[in-house]
């Protein structure tokens, strides 16, 4: 208990999946948690009573949006010590049915959403000299499965991650990465109606099951808490050891 004490976390897509357990985990370790997702009724319905959570309803692919959320936060608040761009969709589209369309709104979300949420939050860490950032892609980015706009957009997180923390560890700002396998939330309903495909998956990895939210959340509060104060640049895998196949 207390590993987030008094500190401000921000976590994008904090009404459901494991954005839903992050808000969980962080208050439940003294983190005031602002939970942002573009489903204002389910953030209601979920952190409405809680008074350790400040919902905010955000669109991560406008910058106005963003630049509001933040400066709220920190009118209210003053300060937001972490961030944790989780916010994201996915497609289970083949490689002749994907549109323009559909490469622009996975991009736009997964990818830009990202960068908009360092771009606003990392003035006031900077200025703060402090702060850890967690940022969300996916074991797609590393190996090569699924030829779409999904492992792309997960490609450019881990890019821009790498990049700010290149950047900004001289100010005291960490930048980490986790790259979940297949975690069983809401995003990844549409398995269940192939048992067959769960099947397989489960065969293919190691620890022969699928994530659940916890297990992406637990390694996101390590890198968000001061137990990695020197730990920035990383990129930790979740994935059952799928990807070390």
Do not use: C
């Not at 736009?108 to 606003?120: E, V």
């Not at 560890?169 to 297949?182: A, D, H, K, L, S």
């Not at 020197?230 to 059952?240: Q, W």
Request: proline content about 3%.
């Amino acid at each position: 208990m207390g590993r987030l004490q008094d500190k401000v976390a921000f976590v994008t897509g904090g009404a459901s999946g494991m954005g839903e357990m992050m808000v969980k985990l962080f208050t439940a370790e003294g983190a005031t948690v602002i939970a942002a997702d573009i489903n204002e009724a389910a953030l209601e319905e979920k952190w409405g009573s809680n008074e350790k959570v400040m919902t905010v309803k955000l669109n991560v692919t406008s910058d106005e949006e963003w630049e509001a959320a933040v400066v709220k936060v920190v009118d209210k608040l003053g300060k937001i010590d972490i961030l944790v761009n989780n916010a994201g969709i996915s497609t289970e589209k083949g490689l002749n049915e994907i549109t323009i369309e559909d490469w622009r709104k996975l991009s736009d979300i997964n990818g830009f959403g990202p960068f908009l949420g360092m771009k606003h939050v990392l003035p006031y860490m900077k200025e703060a000299a402090k702060g850890s950032i967690v940022n969300i892609s996916s074991y797609t980015a590393l190996i090569g499965m699924g030829l779409n706009p999904y492992s792309a957009s997960k490609g450019a997180v881990r890019a821009i991650s790498r990049a700010a923390a290149a950047d900004f560890g001289q100010y005291g700002i960490r930048v980490n990465t986790v790259f979940p396998g297949v975690i069983e939330t809401p995003m990844t309903k549409v398995l269940e109606s192939s048992q067959e495909m769960v099947a397989s998956l489960v065969k293919m990895t190691p620890l022969a099951r699928l994530g659940q939210p916890e297990d992406v959340s637990n390694a996101v509060l390590f890198l968000a808490s001061d137990e990695a104060a020197y730990i920035t640049g990383a990129e930790l895998v979740i994935d059952g050891g799928f990807s070390a196949r």
